[in-house]
C-alpha cells in the first residue's frame, strides 16, 4: 500500500450511502453475509436504482455486494463481513438512518476517525496518517497563505501519498512551487501535459522497487526470448508475464490482457528491448497514475460531506462559515492513533470524536460570527432570536441552522442580482467549458449537479422572476451558494415564474443519443404536465437543455399531448428543446440575449411556433439552429 483515499471507488457518489445502508438495514440484517446474502444483496440494491449491472455476470454481482458492504464497513455504519457474523448496523450506521444526529456530523466524525496504520486496511504500517485531517489542515494552512484550497491534481500528487501527519508543512511548500510551476506553463493541453508528467515521476519514485521487481522480470524473459524463441510457450514465461503486467484487480482485466498481447508480439518480432520497456512503463505507471487520480475524486465527495467543504470553480475549499471550526479543530492538535479494543469501541461510537460544535462555549463564538454575519448580509435583526444565548446544546445547534439558512437566503438574493452582470456571465460561460472539458473535481458523478446550477444561473441572469429565488431550483446548494447535488428525482429540475404570467419548468441533462431518448423523454412530459396541472391559468413551457438533441427527443417533443386526470381533459404541453450551446446565447451581451422575462417568453413562443411547418424533430431542430444560431 503506497497511497490512501478517502471514500470507496465502487462507491462512487457518497449520497447513495444512506439509502444502500437502509437496504442492508431493512432486509439482511442479523443474517450471515455469505454468497448467498451478497446476490440477493446485490439484487436489491439494483432493484432500488442504486446500481446498473448485468444480471447475467454471476461473479460481478457478489462482487459488487462486497465492494457496498466494504464501503460500510469502512465508515463505520455497519459490521457485514463474510467471515465475522452477524450483520449489524452500528451505532453511526443507525444515527444516519434515523437522522437522529446532523449527517455532515456523522460523516465528519466517521471519517476523521480513518487512520493508518489501521485494523481495517492490510498493509497500512508504514503510515501514520489521519487522511481527512490531512486534507483539512492543508487546505486551511494553504488559505492562510492566500491560496486557494485544493486542486485534484494536487490531492493526486501530494496529498494521497502522505506518509505522515508531520508531512503536512512540506506537503505545502511542494504545492506551492508546483502551483508556481504550473502557472508558467502556457496552454491547457501543455497544463495536462505537465500534470501528466509530474505524476508519473510521482509514481516512479513512490513505487520504484515495485517497477525495478518488473523491468528485472522482463529482462529475463526478453533474453530468453531471444536464446529460444520456444521459451514463449513455456510454463515459466506465461507465469513471469502475468506478475509482469498484473494488477491490483488481477491479471484478467482488459489492460492486463492488452499489455500481455503487445509484449508478446514484440518479443516474437524481436523488437529492441526499449519498445518492451516503454510498453511497461505505459502500463504500470499509467495505471497507478490513473489510480491515483480515481481516488483523488472519491477523496473530494468524502470530504464535501463533512459539511466543511465547498467546491470553488476547480478547487476543494474550505466553507467561510466553517474557518472558525476549522481553526478550533486544528488547534485541539493531531488525533491520536488508536489500537485494538480501545480502537474499535472509538469508531463505532456515534458521538465520537469530539467536534468543536459539542463546546457550548464554542458555538456561542460561532453563533456571535454568524450574526454578525446575519446583519452584515441585511438580515432583520428583529428576526434573529438572541435566545439562544441561554439555550442547551441542541437548541444552539438548531439555531445554528437558522441562521445560516437566513444568511443563505439573503445570499442567494445577491447572488441573482449579480447574474447579469459581466463577470457573472463570463463565470457561468467558463463553468459549461470546465464541465465539458471535464475539469469539474469530484468526478463525473458531480457533473450533473453543476450543469444544473450553470443553467439556472443563465435563467437568474434574466432577472425579473417573481417566485422566491431558492424555489426556483430543486437541487441542493451549499452555504457558499456552490452544488452539492442534482435535483431529485419526481420533480422539475428547475420552475421558474414570471410576472408576464408564464412558467418556466426546465429540464436538464448531459445524456445525447439513444440514452437520452430512452431515459429523459417521460419524466420530462411527467414534470411539465404536473406543472400545467397546477397553473392552468397560465402559459406553460417547458424547456429540455442538453448538450446536443437526440431526433428522437426532439420528435417526441414535438406533439405532446398528455391525459391529465386532475383535470379529467387533455393538455397539450410545449417543451422545447434546446442545446446548451443555444442556451448560452440567450446570456446578457450574447447573440440572443433576453434583458428581461418578456423578450424570453416572445423568444421561447418563437420557438413553439415553428412546430406547425414542421413534419418531423429533425426539421424542428434545424429550425430552431435558424432561429437561435449554434
Avoid at 50 to 57: M, N
Avoid at 368 to 391: C, F, P, T
Wanted: hydrophobic residues 35%; proline residues 4%.
Amino acid at each position: 500500500m503506497k497511497q490512501w483515499n478517502i471514500g470507496n471507488t465502487t462507491v462512487r457518489n457518497p449520497e447513495r450511502i444512506k439509502a444502500g445502508l437502509s437496504v442492508l438495514s431493512d432486509k439482511f440484517t442479523g443474517r450471515t453475509f455469505d454468497i448467498d446474502t451478497q446476490e440477493e444483496f446485490y439484487s436489491e440494491l439494483k432493484n432500488s436504482g442504486l446500481i446498473e449491472g448485468d444480471p447475467d455476470k454471476d461473479s460481478s454481482r457478489a462482487h459488487t455486494a462486497r465492494k457496498w458492504a466494504s464501503a460500510f464497513n469502512q465508515l463505520g455504519f455497519a459490521r457485514c463481513w463474510e467471515k465475522f457474523p452477524p450483520i449489524e448496523i452500528t451505532p453511526p450506521g443507525k444515527a444516519l438512518l434515523e437522522e437522529t444526529i446532523e449527517y455532515n456530523d456523522i460523516y465528519l466524525r466517521q471519517l476523521l476517525k480513518l487512520q493508518l496504520p489501521s485494523p481495517l486496511e492490510r498493509g497500512s504500517d508504514d503510515f501514520s496518517v489521519h487522511p481527512l485531517f490531512v486534507v483539512i489542515k492543508t487546505a486551511y494552512l494553504l488559505g492562510e497563505k492566500g491560496y486557494k484550497g485544493l486542486y485534484r491534481d494536487e490531492i493526486a500528487l501530494f496529498i494521497q501519498t502522505t506518509i505522515s501527519d508531520s508531512d503536512i508543512d512540506q506537503n505545502i511548500e511542494k504545492i506551492i512551487k508546483y502551483r508556481d510551476e504550473k502557472s508558467s506553463v502556457e496552454g491547457r493541453v501543455n497544463k495536462s501535459r505537465y500534470f501528466r508528467l509530474q505524476i508519473i515521476n510521482k509514481i516512479k519514485t513512490v513505487y520504484e522497487e515495485e517497477f525495478s521487481k518488473r523491468q528485472k522480470l522482463l529482462i529475463s524473459i526478453y533474453e530468453e526470448s531471444l536464446r529460444d524463441i520456444g521459451y514463449l510457450q513455456s510454463d515459466e514465461f506465461k507465469e513471469k508475464i502475468i506478475q509482469i503486467t498484473l494488477t491490483g484487480k488481477g491479471p484478467n482485466v482488459a489492460k492486463s490482457v492488452r499489455a500481455r498481447a503487445n509484449l508478446i508480439k514484440c518479443l516474437h518480432s524481436r523488437a529492441p528491448f526499449q519498445e518492451l520497456e516503454n510498453i511497461l512503463a505505459e502500463h504500470f505507471l499509467g495505471t497507478k497514475a490513473n489510480t491515483l487520480i480515481d481516488y483523488s475524486d472519491t477523496t473530494i465527495r468524502y470530504s464535501m460531506m463533512t459539511g466543511i467543504f465547498t467546491i470553488n470553480g476547480s478547487a476543494l475549499v474550505i466553507k467561510q462559515d466553517r474557518i472558525h471550526f476549522v481553526e478550533n479543530l486544528i488547534s485541539s492538535g493531531n488525533p491520536a492513533f488508536l489500537k485494538g479494543k480501545v480502537f474499535w469501541g472509538h469508531y463505532y461510537n456515534a458521538l465520537l470524536p469530539v467536534i468543536p460544535t459539542d463546546n457550548e462555549e464554542f458555538l456561542k463564538k460561532d453563533l456571535e460570527i454568524l450574526r454578525k454575519q446575519a446583519l452584515e448580509v441585511g438580515v432583520d435583526e428583529s428576526k434573529i432570536d438572541n435566545s439562544y444565548m441561554h439555550g442547551t446544546l441542541p437548541a444552539l445547534k438548531k439555531y445554528r441552522n437558522q441562521l445560516e439558512n437566513q444568511i443563505l437566503e439573503k445570499n442567494e438574493y445577491k447572488f441573482y442580482k449579480e447574474q447579469s452582470s459581466e463577470g457573472a456571465v463570463e463565470d457561468i460561460k467558463s463553468v459549461f467549458d470546465k464541465i465539458f472539458n471535464r475539469e469539474i473535481i469530484g468526478g463525473s458523478d458531480y457533473y450533473p449537479a453543476w450543469t444544473e446550477w450553470a443553467v439556472w444561473r443563465v435563467f437568474l441572469s434574466i432577472n425579473t422572476i417573481s417566485n422566491s429565488i431558492s424555489e426556483t431550483r430543486n437541487f441542493r446548494i451549499d452555504t457558499d451558494l456552490n452544488p452539492i447535488h442534482h435535483a431529485k428525482a419526481g420533480v422539475a429540475d428547475m420552475v421558474f415564474r414570471y410576472d408576464e404570467n408564464f412558467v418556466l419548468p426546465t429540464e436538464v441533462t448531459l445524456n445525447t443519443g439513444e440514452r437520452q431518448y430512452a431515459v429523459e423523454r417521460e419524466p420530462v412530459q411527467t414534470h411539465v404536465l404536473h406543472i400545467a396541472e397546477d397553473c392552468p391559468t397560465l402559459e406553460v413551457i417547458g424547456l429540455f437543455v442538453a448538450p446536443e438533441i437526440n431526433p428522437r427527443t426532439a420528435h417526441t417533443f414535438l406533439n405532446v399531448q398528455e391525459w391529465s386526470n386532475k383535470l379529467n381533459r387533455n393538455i397539450e404541453l410545449t417543451i422545447i428543446p434546446m442545446t446548451v450551446s443555444q442556451l448560452i446565447s440567450l446570456l446578457p451581451g450574447e447573440a440572443n440575449a433576453c434583458a428581461n422575462s418578456n423578450e424570453l417568453k416572445t423568444k421561447l413562443l418563437s420557438l413553439k411556433n415553428l412546430k406547425p411547418s414542421c413534419h418531423n424533430g429533425v426539421e424542428w431542430l434545424s429550425q430552431i439552429q435558424q432561429v437561435l444560431g449554434n
